[in-house]
């Protein structure tokens, strides 16, 4: 099923606007987010950089930095953090992209349910050095890679396997009133180099439903994903987002039976 890549060394998944032959788990399918939330450069001030310390203090807790994961993403850096022997993954928002933290406050009630990553602690950080605040979050440590890196060469019985998780795991989040929007193989993280186990991740674009099961959505997508009612913009009117949505993103993800 190819190697076992960390976070960060898979597919990096961006959006493909062409919407040409789609492309395989794992053959470098362009699936990166497209994240309204750029670095904020108004009026010409300076604009703080993510910054990589040996030690980062987070709510009365000091993490030791491993090492740097990922600087693909547009709205974060993530690092390998470690205190007192445990390790864990440090997503590190760019300055100016602020997550919902109401969402991450639910996602780390929900630790231990094995099918969303487990979230240990989010809030603001701040840094004394360019003093500038960023939002972060400490998650598990996910060391198995992605689904988009994975070849399936024609198993129908693992993708059912595959296919099967993958919806209990999106199921689970909207039983618990939250739509992810940006379902995609590149946010279902092996949780280890076994890839017996992976889990949901990513909540950059995650929305609370409301008593209708709906949500207010806006323009920040995968587009090859991307649910065709969600291009559909009038000026003056809401856009909703409901379920079905990152269902039909499951549906979009591409598979490979060679």
């Known amino acids: 099923m190819g190697n076992n890549n960390n976070w960060g060394q898979g597919a990096p998944q961006k959006s493909d606007t062409a919407g040409a032959n789609r492309p395989a ?60 022997g445990k390790h864990y993954a440090l997503k590190l928002y760019r300055f100016g992209i602020k997550p919902n933290h109401a969402i991450l406050d639910k996602i780390a009630k929900l630790r231990g349910n094995g099918l969303l990553v487990d979230i240990y602690d989010h809030g603001t950080w701040h840094d004394d050095k360019q003093n500038a605040d960023f939002d972060y979050e400490v998650m598990q440590l996910c060391t198995g890679g992605s689904l988009a890196t994975v070849r399936l060469g024609g198993d129908e019985e693992k993708l059912k396997e595959y296919a099967l998780r993958m919806t209990a795991a999106i199921d689970f989040l909207h039983r618990n009133g939250i739509v992810h929007r940006d379902v995609k193989p590149a946010n279902f993280m092996f949780t280890d180099a076994s890839r017996a186990n992976f889990v949901l991740t990513d909540w950059g674009f995650a929305k609370l439903l ?3 099961g709906r949500a207010v959505t806006d323009d920040g997508r995968t587009k090859l994903y991307t649910a065709p009612e969600l291009y559909i913009n009038i000026p003056g009117q809401n856009t909703f987002v409901d379920a079905k949505a990152d269902f039909f993103s499951l549906g979009m993800a591409p598979v490979s039976y060679t």
Do not use: C
Not at 49 to 75: K, Q
């Open 210 to 212: 409301d008593k209708n």
């Open 25 to 84: 788990w794992g053959q470098g399918g362009p699936q990166k987010s497209d994240t309204q939330a750029a670095h904020p450069r108004g009026n010409g001030r300076h604009v703080s950089e993510v910054p990589a310390y040996s030690v980062y203090v987070l709510n009365n807790v000091m993490y030791r930095n491993v090492r740097i994961i990922s600087e693909e993403s547009g709205e974060a850096k993530i690092f390998e953090i470690e205190a007192s």
